[in-house]
């Protein structure tokens, strides 16, 4: 057996053995995105009136571009990959289309989206306390980032590798983004 499958079946079989976590995960792998994405809009929508955070919203806006846009869908048609409940029995907690895993789309968004944030800490202009704002406001989407990809294998819709590239795949665009861009 691999990793993945070895990983995939630890973290699926806590499934149902406490029905408050169950609940839990089901929430954060189906719900807290678009917690997080409405968050996210709200601060672009109020950053682009504040031109001082503009930059921001647009390292947001193209680094999700990137991520989900244009590099998974290529790396989907490279390496199509089935879902785990496809041809395996799984404790399956959310429906999902049957469609390409690898890599996690859900997963690249998110963290493309969190680790724009997080790199905006660094940008040259902003105060000590805006630094620190954006960095905790990073970290914390980062870590919830990191909570969904869980969430997303504990309910059986993907594979610890389709996470783990997502989230790669998320890091990297916002790179990239913060990069090319001037700041």
């Keep these: 057996m691999n990793f993945d499958i070895i990983a995939f079946q630890k973290i699926n079989s806590l499934a149902f053995k406490n029905i408050f976590f169950t609940r ?23 950053s682009f009136s504040k031109k001082r955070y503009r930059d921001c919203s647009w390292y947001i806006i193209l680094s ?21 409940f496809v041809n395996n029995e799984v404790n399956l907690l ?18 493309a989206l969190s680790f724009a944030i997080f790199l905006y800490a660094f940008q040259k202009n902003l105060s000590s306390r805006e630094k620190k704002y954006f960095f905790n406001i990073g970290i914390l989407f ?4 990191i909570i969904i990809g869980f969430a997303r294998v504990f309910c ?5 590798s389709d996470i783990l590239v ?18």
């Design 24 to 46: 839990l995960m089901i929430f954060f792998a189906k719900d807290l995105i678009y917690i997080l994405t409405f968050v996210a809009f709200i601060f672009i929508v109020f």
């Design 64 to 84: 999700v571009i990137l991520s989900r846009g244009v590099l998974t869908p290529l790396i989907r048609e490279i390496f199509p990959r089935t879902r785990p």
């Design 94 to 111: 959310i429906l999902n289309q049957a469609s390409n895993s690898f890599p996690s789309g859900h997963t690249a968004f998110i963290f």
């Design 142 to 145: 980062l870590v919830l980032s």
């Design 156 to 160: 059986g819709v993907h594979w610890p």
């Design 166 to 183: 997502g989230a790669l795949v998320g890091i990297f665009s916002a790179l990239v983004i913060k990069k090319i861009s001037r700041g």
